[in-house]
């Protein structure tokens, strides 16, 4: 099994920037990718970036590309989402999820930490 605890939402202006911060505990030796959704009121949940815990390759939406980017640190076993000239569309609850190395999906989720981008 493994915990993750989001954290960094909140209220921010168009243009302005959040961090967030998604701790794994737990079997985190398992972890094979680690990535971040979102998702809006009356929307599907949606992908947002994704990075493998070993390093070398990260991924992200079109939609955040050159705004967001995606970081890990192993020894503290946490992912982080900054997020840059946000824009009221980027509003949405957003969480963090673990792909474990034998599954091929994302198995282990989050509870969610909201963001929301003021016009």
């Known amino acids: 099994q493994v915990q993750l605890v989001e954290s960094g939402g909140g209220l921010v202006q168009a243009g302005g920037s959040l961090r967030l911060s998604c701790a794994a505990s737990?079997?985190?030796?398992?972890?094979?990718?680690m990535g971040w959704f979102r998702q809006a009121p009356g929307k599907e949940r949606e992908f947002v970036a994704a990075i493998k815990w070993s390093g070398g390759f990260t991924n992200c939406a079109d939609s955040v590309k050159g705004r967001f980017t995606i970081s890990r640190d192993n020894a503290k076993n946490t992912v982080y989402l900054q997020m840059n000239s946000l824009k009221p569309e980027d509003t949405a609850n957003y969480y963090c999820?673990?792909?474990?190395?034998?599954?091929?999906?994302?198995?282990?989720w989050g509870q969610g930490t909201q963001v929301t981008v003021s016009s």
């Open positions: 737990g079997r985190t030796f398992s972890i094979y990718y």
């Open positions: 999820a673990a792909m474990v190395a034998t599954a091929g999906t994302y198995d282990y």
